[in-house]
Each structure stands twice: as structure tokens, then as C-alpha cells.
């Protein structure tokens, strides 16, 4: 069994050690439970197939064949890049048992290749830059929202980390009454939308905010997309930030506070 890397979501906070993060470690399919001490995980079945690589951590869904999320700690260390390659070739995760989407999937399909965690926050080595390519972490995405809000987002998201030193990242897709069908030959699902939730050290507590962006082409502001962590849970129908409750810190996500992160 590969090791699992654990640590202690208090002293990512507080005392400002960080989670070091080893290029010869390989993905793990996770031993259920054990990675939950990560603060930015959210509360996961024993059902869930959760692979933990060098950068972020999916649960993947080998029947919708999309992850059902995707979660990930972000340093301002780790938004200097080591790695600059453009490239950009999708793969399956041949390390990964079970049924996965692949790129035949997607080809003529009329939907991006579309990153939950992205691949510019994976920049700070080649394998974990490489790993966000992988189809356990990627989605069918309309390509508007892809290059367009969805991609505002993932920016803002580092300009946080950059100002407030780290943040915690917890993102997937919403599948609702999956409108937009499937694609390819295996059936990968289209989600009807996807979510985000943002944890952030600030004022040595946190702020949290959510968003739900529908897979379609329409532009809004970020404040008409944002809403409470709790809201966001109500709608998924899972707990996210699942440590938070252990700290005392669950109000934390009852909170919509736009102006502290600065959103309009």
C-alpha cells in the first residue's frame, strides 16, 4: 500500500507549518477516512473512491465517470511556478482500479476538458502539474463558463492565496437533473453546474464562501454566484470542510462576508 499523507489541519493554520509535498510520492487510493484530518476535505462515504495525489485529493465516481469532488490546499509558496510547459495532453490515471472517462470521450463532443482543481494552482512541480490532467479531475464543461467565469474564479482564488498566505479549495460538479445528457461512447456525465467553497485564514479565524456556477455560456458578476458554505451544502447534500466542526469553527460557513475578500 503506497503512503497516505496526513496532517493535522490545526497546525496548517495556526502554527504556519506547511504540507510538504514529496514528487516521488505517487496517487493513493485512500484507506477510508484517513485523509480527513485535512482541512480541506469535506465528509466522504466509505462508497467514495478517494485517490489522494501530490497537489489535491478527488473522490472519483466510476459510473458518472467525473469526480464527485475535488479538494486542495493552496500556499502562496506554491503559486511560484517551477514548472512553465503549456502543454496540455489529458490522460486516464492507469494507477487508478475501475472505469474511467478517457479523451475519446470528449473528442467532437462540443464540451471542454474542463480542471476542477487547475492547472496553473499545480504549477509548483511537473508531476503534480501533470496529475491535474488526469480525467479523475476533470469534468465536461461548457467553454464559456471554462474560459470565462469559471476561470475568474480560479484567479481570484490565487490572488487570495497569494494576499492571505493559503487557502482551502473544495470544488465538483452539481449533476441535478443532468439536462445536458452525456457524452462519448462510456456515458460520462454532464453536470448542470459546479461548485466551489473557498476557506480563508483571516483575522486568525476563517472566512468561507461558495459558489454555484450553472455549465452554460451566461457571464455574471462573482457576487450573483456567491453564497453561504452552508447554502452550498444544503444543495449537495454533504459537509464540506468536514474538520471545521472538530475546531469549533462550523459557524464559520453560516457567513457570507463579500466584503473582506473583497467581491462586487
Not at 493535522?8 to 505517487?26: A, P, Q, Y
Not at 476563517?206 to 457576487?223: D, E, P
Request: glycine share 6%.
Amino acid at each position: 500500500m503506497r503512503k497516505i499523507l496526513v496532517t493535522l489541519s490545526i497546525c496548517l493554520v495556526f502554527t504556519g507549518c506547511r504540507f510538504e509535498r514529496n514528487d516521488v510520492k505517487t496517487a493513493t487510493q485512500t484507506e477510508k477516512g484517513t485523509a480527513n484530518q485535512k482541512i480541506e476535505l469535506p465528509s466522504y462515504s466509505n462508497e467514495e473512491d478517494v485517490i489522494e495525489y501530490s497537489g489535491f485529493t478527488t473522490s472519483y465516481n466510476h459510473e458518472t465517470l467525473i469526480p464527485n469532488w475535488v479538494a486542495y490546499e493552496l500556499t502562496a509558496e506554491e503559486l511560484k511556478p517551477v514548472y512553465t510547459s503549456q502543454s496540455s495532453t489529458f490522460s486516464m490515471d492507469f494507477d487508478v482500479k475501475g472505469r474511467q472517462a478517457s479523451r475519446e470521450d470528449y473528442s467532437h463532443s462540443g464540451w471542454d476538458k474542463g480542471h476542477m482543481a487547475p492547472k496553473a494552482d499545480m504549477r509548483w512541480s511537473e508531476k503534480s502539474y501533470w496529475e491535474s490532467h488526469y480525467f479523475t479531475n476533470i469534468c465536461p464543461q461548457n467553454h464559456e463558463l471554462n474560459a470565462g467565469d469559471w476561470n475568474t474564479l480560479e484567479i481570484r482564488v490565487r490572488a487570495w492565496a497569494r494576499k492571505f498566505g493559503r487557502v482551502f479549495v473544495i470544488c465538483g460538479p452539481i449533476v441535478g437533473e443532468n439536462t445536458n445528457g452525456t457524452i462519448g461512447k462510456k456515458g460520462v456525465l454532464v453536470p448542470d453546474a459546479f461548485f466551489k467553497a473557498i476557506l480563508v485564514p483571516y483575522n486568525d479565524n476563517f472566512t468561507a464562501i461558495a459558489f454555484i456556477m450553472s455549465n452554460n455560456g451566461q457571464h455574471h458578476k462573482l457576487s450573483e454566484y456567491a453564497c453561504t458554505v452552508d447554502d452550498l451544502e444544503s444543495r449537495i447534500g454533504r459537509n464540506l470542510f468536514a474538520a471545521l466542526d472538530d475546531m469549533g469553527l462550523d459557524t464559520t460557513e453560516s457567513r457570507l462576508d463579500l466584503t473582506s475578500l473583497n467581491i462586487r
